[in-house]
C-alpha cells in the first residue's frame, strides 16, 4: 500500500573505495584553540597519510579545511553529524587528533559507523592529542562503540607501523592488556577489608549528594555518569546552574574576598602578577576567582553537598577568570576560612570540600571515597586528577607527566610556600585567572580510575612512585607541555607506557598520597574493598600488593 504521507529521501553514501582510509579529526569547540593546533594537526595528518601510502593504502580526508575559520577541524556536534552523511558507513575510519578535542563533535557519526575505526594521536607533549585520544576512547567505550587505538612521534617507527599494518589487515589492534587483572577474593578479616566494607556500607545508608554545575564539560561524555549507575552507590546529584555561582559571587564583599589573599600571602603563596589584563595576572582577576571560592562553600553549604564540581570551561570562560584557584583550594585540609553569610560558623572546617575538576563525575566518585578512607585511616586526604599527558624516558624509567590544566591541592606540592599561581593561557582563558600550580612532591600514590564500560562501573586500581627531577629536566617538561599548570612526575609501578595508553578509559586520573609504601598499598586494599562493597567491578594494574 502506498503511504499518503511525503516519505523522506533515503540518504545516499558514496561507495567506498578500495584500499582508501577516511580521515575525520574533532577538534575544540573555542576557535582560538582551534587557530594555534592546526599546523600541528597537519603534520599529524601528513605523518599518518605517508604511513598509509607505504603500506599501500590512501587517505582520504572526510572534510575540507575552512578558509574562513582557517583550519580543517570538526568543531561543533551539528558540523560532525553533516561530515558523516558524506563517509561510506562501512570504510575503515581514522580519527586522528594532535589536539585536545569535544568527543560529541565525532560521537553521533562514530556510533553508527559499520566499519572499523582507529583513533590515533602523535606522542607529544606539545598539544594535548594524547589526552584528547583518551577521551574519546573512554566515551567510546561508555557508548558501546568497538575501536583500537594508536599513538607515536610520527609513526615511523616499528610498533606503531606494525599496529597500523595489523589494523587494516584485520579491523583491529590487539594491545599488550596483561597488568590488568580482577580483584581476587579478599580476605575479610583484613583490617583495611573490614574499614572499607564499612565505609561502603554507610555511603549507601546515609547517602552523599555531589553538586553538579552543569554536565558536559568540554565534550567529555565519558565523564557523565546516571543517576541510575551513581544511586545505587548511595550517591545522588544536586543538580546547579553556574548562573548562580556568578550571582552568589556578586554577593561576596571586597574584604572578604582580600582576606582570602591575605591568608594565601601570609603562608608564603607566590602570585605571578602582571599589568596587562590580556595575558598576565593581575589583581583584580584573583579577587575574582577568591569571589567564587567563598561562592561555592556558600552553595555547596545551602544544599549539603558533599563534593562540588565546577564546569568552567565552557559558559564561565566567557563571564569570570577561571576557576583553577578555588579548585585547588576547596580541596586542600588547610585553606581560607569561610564562613557563612551571617557570620555565624565556618563552612567546612578543617576540611576539604572535594571538587571534581571540569565536572568529571568518574572523578566524582573517586573523588568522595578517597577523602572518606583516608580521613578514616589518618592521611593527609586532599586527592586531585591529573591528565595523563605525556611522558619520556629518565635515567632508565618511563616517567609519566601527569599535569593538570589548573590546580591541585598545596599539600601536593609541600605546601603553600612551595606552590605558585600563573595566568592562565589566553589560548583557552580569555579572562585570564592564576592557577594554584606547582611540582608534586615525591612519595608514594594510589592511582585509580571510575569508569562506564558495558552499561557498569568498573574501578582500575595501581600504585606508583612520584619522582623528584632536577630542576631543569622539570623546566624542560613543563616548557614541553603548558608551563603554567601544576606537574607530577609519576612512575607507575608494573604498567608500561604503552598498556596504560590501551587500557585507561579517561583523560584523567586520580591521585592521592599515602605517608609511604606500606601504607598505600593498605590504603589501595581499603579502597578496593570499598569499591567492591559499592558492586563497583574492580580490577588491578600492575604490581599491586594486597
Request: proline share 5%; hydrophobic share 45%; charged share 20%.
Amino acid at each position: 500500500m502506498t503511504s499518503p504521507y511525503q516519505l523522506p529521501v533515503p540518504l545516499e553514501r558514496p561507495a567506498a573505495e578500495p584500499v582508501t582510509a577516511y580521515l575525520v579529526t574533532s577538534g575544540d569547540l573555542r576557535p582560538s584553540a582551534n587557530l594555534r593546533c592546526w599546523p600541528t594537526q597537519q603534520r599529524l595528518e601528513a605523518d599518518v597519510t605517508a604511513a598509509l601510502a607505504r603500506l599501500g593504502w590512501q587517505a582520504r580526508r572526510a572534510h575540507e579545511f575552512d578558509e574562513v575559520k582557517g583550519h580543517g577541524f570538526i568543531d561543533s556536534q551539528r558540523m560532525g553529524i553533516e561530515v558523516f552523511k558524506h563517509v561510506p558507513r562501512d570504510a575503515p575510519l581514522i580519527v586522528v587528533e594532535a589536539v585536545w578535542q569535544y568527543s560529541h563533535h565525532v560521537l553521533a557519526g562514530l556510533r553508527t559507523h559499520q566499519g572499523p575505526i582507529l583513533v590515533v594521536a602523535n606522542w607529544s607533549g606539545a598539544f594535548p592529542g594524547l589526552v584528547g585520544l583518551l577521551n574519546l576512547t573512554a566515551s567510546l567505550t561508555k557508548a558501546g562503540v568497538a575501536h583500537s587505538a594508536l599513538w607515536s612521534e610520527d609513526f615511523t617507527d616499528d610498533w606503531a607501523v606494525d599496529g597500523l599494518r595489523e589494523w587494516l589487515e584485520t579491523g583491529t589492534v590487539a594491545h599488550d592488556l596483561s597488568h590488568v587483572r580482577d580483584l581476587p577474593a579478599l580476605d575479610q578479616e583484613a583490617p583495611e577489608v573490614v574499614l572499607g566494607t564499612a565505609l561502603a556500607e554507610q555511603l549507601r545508608d546515609e547517602k552523599a549528594i555531589i553538586g553538579v554545575f552543569d554536565e558536559g564539560c568540554m565534550g567529555m561524555y565519558n565523564a557523565i555518569f546516571d543517576d541510575e549507575l551513581l544511586n545505587p552507590l548511595g550517591i545522588y546529584k544536586e543538580r546547579l546552574s553556574q548562573s548562580a555561582l556568578v550571582a552568589e559571587m556578586l554577593k561576596v564583599t571586597d574584604a572578604e574576598a582580600a582576606a582570602v589573599t591575605s591568608w594565601l600571602d601570609d603562608r608564603g603563596f607566590t602570585f605571578h602578577f602582571g599589568t596587562d589584563e590580556a595575558t598576565e595576572l593581575t589583581e583584580a582577576q584573583v579577587l575574582s576567582q577568591c569571589r567564587m571560592y567563598v561562592a561555592a562553600l556558600r552553595i555547596s553549604d545551602d544544599f549539603g553537598l558533599d563534593a562540588v564540581g565546577i564546569q568552567y570551561q565552557q559558559g564561565l570562560k566567557d563571564v569570570v577568570p577561571a576557576s583553577d584557584l578555588a579548585e585547588g583550594l576547596l580541596n586542600n585540609v588547610e585553606r581560607p576560612p569561610v564562613r557563612s553569610r551571617d557570620g555565624a560558623r565556618e563552612l567546612y572546617a578543617g576540611a576539604p570540600l572535594p571538587h571534581f575538576n571540569e565536572v568529571d563525575e568518574g572523578v566524582a566518585v573517586d573523588a568522595l571515597l578517597t577523602n572518606r578512607l583516608w580521613n578514616a585511616m589518618g592521611f593527609d586526604p586532599a586527592t586531585t586528577l591529573h591528565d595523563i599527558r605525556w611522558g619520556e624516558q629518565y635515567e632508565g624509567e618511563f616517567v609519566w607527566v601527569f599535569e593538570i590544566s589548573g590546580s591541585v591541592p598545596a599539600s601536593h606540592n609541600g605546601g603553600y610556600d612551595k606552590s605558585y599561581s600563573m595566568r592562565q593561557p589566553p589560548m583557552f582563558f580569555p579572562l585570564g585567572g592564576g592557577t594554584l600550580s606547582g611540582v608534586s612532591k615525591p612519595g608514594e600514590i594510589v592511582w585509580s580510575r571510575v569508569f562506564i564500560m558495558d552499561g557498569v562501573l568498573h574501578a582500575d586500581l595501581g600504585r606508583a612512585s612520584v619522582r623528584e627531577l632536577p630542576a631543569q629536566e622539570t623546566r624542560r617538561r613543563l616548557d614541553a607541555t603548558d608551563r603554567q599548570w601544576p606537574i607530577m612526575h609519576a612512575v607507575l609501578h608494573g604498567v608500561d607506557r604503552d598498556q596504560l595508553m590501551a587500557r585507561h578509559k579517561a583523560n584523567h586520573v586520580q591521585v592521592a598520597y599515602a605517608p609511604d609504601a606500606a601504607a598505600a598499598d593498605r590504603a589501595l586494599l581499603a579502597k578496593a574493598a570499598m569499591l567492591h562493597g559499592l558492586g563497583v567491578v574492580v580490577h588491578l594494574c600492575g604490581d599491586v600488593k594486597l
